[in-house]
């Protein structure tokens, strides 16, 4: 619903009455099951300016960096260790996103 209120508002801001597509970036850590999103989109968006809208989702992986060795690299889980040290300790670098990256009009 988060989604819709943003298209909501910024339609309303720039005097739109329909939104022709929608552009997410979702992060793979972010917690959001697409299947789900996808499942639920059609209630969600019925009767708002999203309702006749294509979605588009842009799936970012998640990266890390190891605060011990310094390397990057592909996290699959949260708690996945460094594959050069071993480490646990690390920074999260992208793939918590979610945001609405774009609306066309």
């Known amino acids: 619903m988060g989604i819709v ?3 909501e508002k910024e339609a309303k801001k720039n005097g739109i009455k329909e939104i022709k597509t929608i552009n997410l970036e979702i ?3 972010s917690g959001v099951e697409i299947d789900a999103l996808n499942f639920a989109w059609p209630m969600a968006v019925a009767g708002s300016v ?3 809208a294509e979605k588009r989702i842009n799936i ?4 890390a960096k190891c605060l011990d060795c ?3 690299f592909k996290l699959e889980n949260l ?3 460094c594959p050069e040290c071993g480490s646990y300790f690390k ?3 992208q793939g918590k ?3 609405v990256k774009s609306l066309e009009y």
């Not at 970012?60 to 990266?63: L, Q, S, Y």
Request: glycine fraction near 8%; proline fraction near 0%.
């Open 5 to 7: 209120d943003i298209a």
């Open 27 to 29: 992060g793979t850590l």
């Open 50 to 52: 999203l309702e006749n």
């Open 60 to 63: 970012i992986e998640a990266r």
């Open 70 to 72: 310094g390397t990057e």
């Open 79 to 81: 708690f996945d260790a």
């Open 91 to 93: 920074e999260i670098i």
């Open 97 to 99: 996103e979610m945001r």
